[in-house]
């Protein structure tokens, strides 16, 4: 089946660690995209990739990193500088200009 | 700057009630794309529909409906007769430029109850 997969579904991280969240998908779409989303509130831009070997930043990159080494993945890294890493991401990926569809998301959880 | 307004934060109603979920959007494009999405408690996303700003027809599909209206730049959802499988968290959301990577402005999500 075609879609998009992300692992793990849930993670724990000390402080201080440095966590990377899994994105793949078969949908052979171009571009990928990475949300966080907070309990209660929409989802923002952390990162996104229009072609492999290039990303830009969105609205909240700050204490994040990315790749785009293959077109169907996407993996984002959350680094100890990110103050407040514990929410839920969501990764999606589209054809360029076209609908977004999302993976099931994973939820980080700072212990 | 592109905006997104989901004022209903919470509606509550019972197995059956028509409901409508309002969406009030900003953009200075006149080219942009609106969008629904339901989240159940899963928490993955669901695609429901996508409009571009040319085409003002109203849509229905089975139990939903979307009323597009650009002179009050509003994209609302109406289910009819819900079911309680109808629980979740709808998002609407705008994509303004379809050469800036396509990206979606949410607004913050309106959290649906359905009651048998």
């Known amino acids: 089946d075609g879609g998009i997969t992300q692992s793990p579904k849930y993670l724990f991280r000390k402080e201080g660690q440095n966590v990377t969240l899994s994105c793949e998908q078969n949908?052979?779409?171009?571009?990928m995209y990475w949300y966080r989303q907070d309990p209660g509130q929409g989802l923002r831009l952390i990162y996104y990739?229009?072609?492999?070997?290039?990303?830009q930043k969105g609205d909240i990159a700050e204490g994040y990193s990315v790749s785009r080494e293959k077109k169907e993945s996407f993996p984002l890294t959350v680094t100890s500088a990110q103050k407040n890493p514990t929410a839920f991401y969501l990764c999606?990926?589209?054809?360029?200009?076209?609908?977004?569809?999302f993976g099931p998301g994973t939820r980080l959880t700072v212990l | 700057a592109q905006k997104v307004t989901q004022a209903q934060t919470e509606i509550s109603v019972v197995e059956k009630e028509d409901v409508t979920l309002d969406c009030v959007y900003e953009?200075?494009?006149?080219?942009?794309?609106l969008f629904w999405y339901k989240q159940p408690p899963s928490g993955e996303l669901v695609f429901l529909i996508r409009?571009?700003?040319?085409?003002?027809q109203n849509e229905i599909s089975g139990r939903y409906s979307w009323n597009f209206q650009k002179s009050t730049s509003s994209f609302n959802f109406t289910i009819t007769a819900s079911q309680v499988v109808d629980s979740a968290v709808y998002f609407c959301?705008?994509?303004?430029?379809?050469?800036?990577?396509?990206?979606?402005?949410f607004g913050g999500g309106t959290r649906l109850m359905v009651k048998p």
């Open positions: 990739s229009q072609i492999v070997n290039d990303f």
């Open positions: 949908l052979n779409h171009d571009a």
């Open positions: 953009t200075r494009d006149t080219t942009y794309y």
């Open positions: 999606a990926s589209s054809n360029r200009a076209d609908t977004q569809y």
């Open positions: 959301a705008l994509s303004e430029d379809r050469n800036a990577g396509n990206m979606l402005t």
């Open positions: 409009r571009n700003s040319f085409d003002e």
